[in-house]
């Protein structure tokens, strides 16, 4: 019975490696009807291929996993599987079940009252007096302001704008 299964394997991923049926069962010494039937019930062409891939490195993490003598490589080979069948299995889970997370993300620059007021404090206190001028005249559809460098033209209306 555990040998039916794993010839059964064996054709499946000779399949999904490209093989057709007629060669697989040449190769493996099985009934080509055998072979069409495997395919046919177990619905190998209708296998995602998240799925196949999912199979490939499950069978080769077993493998490795049997293997009595590990070498390095067999170690960073088994690491590298293992995170990889992780990772197909999360982008898998989140694909097939279809339930959006309803998670309530953060307003992002959301200021509270009180943190309004702080800040407006502060801006207003770290004013130069020509900043002021620029402050008290805020309302003003057009201003005219000869720029020149090192005033700190930039930094007020920055912090103008965040008020």
């Known amino acids: 019975m555990i040998q039916d299964a794993f010839i059964r394997l064996r054709a499946k991923q000779l399949y999904w490696q490209g093989y057709p049926p007629a060669e697989i069962s040449r190769l493996m010494g099985i009934n080509s009807n055998t072979v069409y039937s495997w395919k046919k019930r177990d619905e190998w062409d209708d296998t995602t291929p998240i799925k196949r891939v999912t199979q490939s490195i499950d069978t080769r993490l077993c493998q490795l996993s049997a293997k009595d003598n590990k070498t ?92």
């Not at 080979?77 to 299995?89: G, N, W």
């Not at 307003?107 to 007021?117: D, G, L, R, T, Y």
């Not at 020509?130 to 460098?149: A, C, F, P, T, V």
């Open 72 to 163: 390095s490589g067999d170690f960073k080979e088994i690491d590298l599987l293992t995170r990889q069948l992780k990772k197909l299995d999360t982008g898998q889970a989140s694909t097939t079940t279809g339930v959006k997370k309803t998670s309530r993300r953060k307003k992002k620059n959301h200021f509270s009252e009180e943190q309004i007021e702080a800040l407006r404090s502060k801006i207003l206190d770290s004013l130069a007096w020509h900043q002021r001028g620029w402050y008290e005249q805020r309302d003003q559809r057009n201003r005219m302001i000869l720029k020149s460098r090192q005033i700190g033209a930039t930094w007020y209306f920055a912090r103008e704008a965040l008020l």
